[in-house]
């Protein structure tokens, strides 16, 4: 008798221009380190998520996927149903593939949340999220389960939203967490960084940046300047992953 073909368990990322990939490396070497010859992880970077129905028809052994910039939100449409909490969140990172089709998740909120709760001090009540796409979506959810209050601050006026423009020494006093949501900075314009008045930033604030390209962003570097609390996204990365990889592996 033959061998019996060893199945093979396709996984990857969907986005756009993602060749600077955290998730490819990571979920590579994770596969690596477990002897799982038969996993595999790969870009599927998409021009327009239109293209995500073609992709799911051409590679019909996908057994998960992630979702980052700019599809977080868009690919929603496109998905069977979605877990409760993606649902209340509005934005997808993770897809898990069962029987009756693709299913939505968000292990961003997870690794938001893990990451960011043990450098919370007593000031840190009010935050200032920097951006309004998917990312910020988990991460107003995180900052509403901690009862903290927060602002989401866009470049357009929008109710219930500061603008840049609105952000003076008032707002930094009373505003003492800053979470950069943009990809304002990331390599390789490592040079660009929110239009904040960084002069009112201070010990007592507490900078969090969602880039992990590179680790110290100019966004960090003001509030490293300033003796603020900083921290990249790598380890929010890491846990987002180890979430995922739970789910994937979930029947």
Same mark, same amino acid.
């Given at each position: 008798?033959?061998?019996?073909?060893?199945?093979?368990?396709?996984? +990857?990322?969907?986005?756009?221009?993602?060749?600077?990939?955290?998730?490819?490396?990571?979920?590579?070497? @994770?596969?690596?380190? =477990?002897?799982?010859?038969?996993?595999?992880?790969?870009?599927?970077?998409?021009?327009?998520?239109?293209?995500?129905?073609?992709?799911?028809?051409?590679?019909?052994? =996908?057994?998960? #996927?992630?979702?980052?910039?700019?599809?977080?939100? /868009?690919?929603?449409? %496109?998905?069977?149903?979605?877990?409760? @909490?993606?649902?209340?969140?509005?934005?997808?990172?993770?897809?898990?593939?069962?029987?009756?089709?693709?299913?939505?998740?968000?292990?961003?909120?997870?690794?938001?949340?893990?990451?960011?709760?043990?450098?919370?001090?007593?000031?840190?009540?009010?935050?200032?999220?920097?951006?309004?796409?998917? /990312?910020? @979506?988990?991460?107003? %959810?995180?900052?509403? $389960?901690?009862? #903290?209050?927060? !602002?989401?601050?866009?470049?357009?006026?929008?109710?219930?939203?500061?603008?840049?423009?609105?952000?003076?020494?008032?707002?930094?006093?009373?505003?003492?967490?800053?979470?950069?949501?943009?990809?304002?900075?990331?390599?390789?314009?490592?040079?660009?960084?929110? +239009? =904040?008045? %960084?002069?009112?930033?201070?010990?007592?604030?507490?900078?969090?940046? =969602?880039?992990?390209?590179?680790?110290?962003?100019?966004?960090?570097?003001?509030?490293?300047?300033?003796?603020? !609390?900083?921290?990249?996204?790598?380890?929010?990365? $890491?846990?987002? /992953?180890?979430?995922?990889?739970?789910?994937?592996? !979930?029947?």
């Amino acid at each position: 008798m033959g061998k019996t073909e060893k199945r093979h368990y396709r996984f +990857g990322l969907v986005g756009r221009n993602i060749s600077y990939s955290f998730s490819q490396t990571y979920f590579s070497n @994770k596969f690596s380190e =477990l002897g799982l010859d038969n996993h595999s992880y790969e870009n599927f970077d998409l021009p327009s998520i239109t293209g995500f129905i073609d992709l799911l028809k051409a590679h019909q052994d =996908l057994k998960g #996927l992630n979702v980052t910039i700019p599809y977080k939100e /868009a690919v929603i449409p %496109y998905l069977q149903s979605l877990d409760p @909490k993606a649902r209340e969140i509005g934005a997808v990172n993770t897809i898990r593939f069962r029987l009756e089709g693709p299913v939505g998740h968000n292990t961003d909120a997870y690794g938001f949340r893990m990451a960011i709760q043990p450098l919370l001090q007593k000031q840190h009540t009010k935050v200032l999220i920097l951006g309004t796409g998917g /990312a910020s @979506k988990a991460v107003a %959810y995180v900052l509403g $389960q901690l009862g #903290l209050h927060y !602002t989401m601050v866009s470049r357009t006026k929008r109710p219930q939203h500061l603008t840049y423009d609105d952000l003076d020494m008032e707002v930094f006093r009373e505003y003492q967490v800053l979470v950069n949501c943009t990809p304002l900075g990331t390599y390789p314009t490592i040079d660009q960084k929110p +239009g =904040l008045p %960084y002069h009112f930033i201070t010990e007592s604030h507490l900078m969090f940046d =969602l880039i992990y390209n590179p680790p110290l962003t100019a966004f960090l570097q003001e509030g490293k300047k300033r003796g603020a !609390t900083i921290s990249n996204g790598l380890r929010m990365l $890491q846990l987002q /992953a180890e979430k995922a990889w739970e789910l994937w592996n !979930t029947e």
